[in-house]
């Protein structure tokens, strides 16, 4: 590989990152395009204007119809050309008209209800055979049945909606899967502003499709190395979510001796993983982000103990809610423990998003209670300490007032005092435990991330103060970051435990916060 046109491709993707909801140029070039909104009612509307115009509403028309073609027509020369021209002229279209062509996806082409009831009619209407149930598997138990096999044959068919076709054929066209997963990117996007139930109901069907193409029998694991294409390292720095990479030597850094990135990659969109996870050899667990990023010089591979995943990203918006990241890790576990025997501790260094929303929107909710339901999250001696030490800092009426104020500042002044930091400390910290361990949503994990490890099997293993400095670390969790731990015995029994009851296992270190 030419270093100096990678290291061009790769400031130049930094610089310009890919759209979430485009993953090739032509889609960004498409996506880029301006049309002019569709107003018949404009008199006063200039000549270039209505032409503008027309030929927008013509290209929708042309695109609804080539989607039309690619759903009704077998013939294959036909069916391709259709299948292209749908999938181009998408692209070409804008978001609102992108918003309109698949409500009309999701209400022309659903399922034929009537045709459904009709049949759900005439199978209630049938009388079950008299006698012994084993006469069913007799020869004259199954001409009895016949009448309900026939029925349920039909009304397996009905059942499914027509857009089902397209699906099946844009999936196995050239192209067709990654156009699948940006058409659900959209779906996902408009259903953001309008919950309506019949695309709710599309983008139920898309993502049980995209979940059966993307098994894990159908997904390649691969080592991304320094030696990789430029276009695939290029995507690699687009697409990191957790810790931006700075610059080339950063890139390097994190595919050299020491550490490991792998990938998961399908055939049907090569050069492009739709999902990567970034691995640090260490002898303990990591309990500061610094300490993988800037820790010079690299420790030898061979007194490793650790593998600590330190970042996960999704390369595709669109495939969204289907959980690539539990198969990738637990693929990658058995790759390290094969690859290298000595290493026999498995665990996260991760960050906690929702953190700081949660606390600052909790003390906000609880200076507008009366006091007869106020909640005090401080204890006596810690909201002494707190009004003590922030004098210079910031006023109140009370501690979580004053607490509030200087976590919500932009500015972080906090972090530059070690006696106020000292001060937050350990109300932030149990704070922290309470979050992870007892906030929850539908009787899962508040917190996203920590919701995904716990559904793969992990624990929570250990909070940690001040493990990540930077502006978006601060601004998250104030800081702080957790390390949950894969334990491969109990991985299984913790994912079951977590998903039936929504029990979350803790080290008891963690659990003496709360």
Known sequence: MNKKKALSILMRTRMHP????????????????????????NKASSSSSRDASTSFHVDFVRVKESMHN???????????????????????????????????????YDL????????????????????????????????????????????????KPMYEVLFERLNTHPGGLRFLSIMRADILSFLADENIASVRALDSYLKEKLITWLSPANLQLHNITWDDPASLLEKIVAYEAVHPI????????RLGIGRR????????????????????????????????LWDEPPMPESEATCALFYSISSTQPGLSGINLGKFLIKRVIDVVRRDM?????????????GYMQWLLAKLASIERCDSTFRENLLKPEEETALLGASEKY?????????????LSSSSHDWTKSDELSLVLKTPLMRLCA???????????????????????????????????RSEKGLKQSAGIMVNYIYKVENIEENAHSYFSEGQIQASDEVRTYI
């Not at 890919?18 to 009612?41: G, I």
């Not at 259709?82 to 008209?97: H, P, Q, R, V």
């Not at 090569?270 to 300490?291: D, R």
């Open 261 to 292: 990135c792998f990938g998961y990659l399908h055939p049907a969109i090569p050069g492009e993983p739709l999902i990567f996870i970034e691995v640090a050899l260490m002898k303990n667990v990591a309990q500061t982000i610094q300490e993988v």
């Open 246 to 253: 700075s610059n080339l030597l950063d890139l390097k850094r």
């Open 70 to 108: 690619a759903i009704s027509m077998n013939k294959i020369e036909i069916l391709d050309a259709a299948l292209d021209d749908f999938s181009e002229g998408y692209f070409g279209l804008s978001n609102e008209n992108r918003r309109v062509l698949l409500l009309t996806l999701a209400t022309q």
């Open 394 to 406: 910031t006023t109140g009426k009370n501690g979580m007032e004053v607490m509030c104020n200087l």
């Open 18 to 41: 890919p759209s979430p909801t485009t993953t090739t140029t032509t889609a960004n070039k498409m996506n880029q395009m301006q049309f002019p909104p569709l107003d018949a009612d």
């Open 341 to 353: 025997p000595k290493i026999s501790t498995f665990a996260t260094l991760s960050p906690i998003p």
């Open 434 to 468: 309470r979050y992870l361990l007892e906030e929850k949503k539908r009787g899962k994990a508040l917190d996203s991330v920590g919701n995904f490890h716990l559904q793969n099997g992990a624990m929570v293993g250990r909070i940690n103060w001040m493990a990540d």
């Open 112 to 159: 034929n209800r009537k045709q459904v009831r009709e049949l759900m009619k005439q199978y209630l209407g049938l009388d079950l055979p008299n006698g012994d149930e084993s006469v069913e598997n007799t020869h004259e138990g199954e001409g009895s049945f016949s009448s309900f096999y026939r029925i349920e044959r039909n009304l397996r068919h009905s059942l």
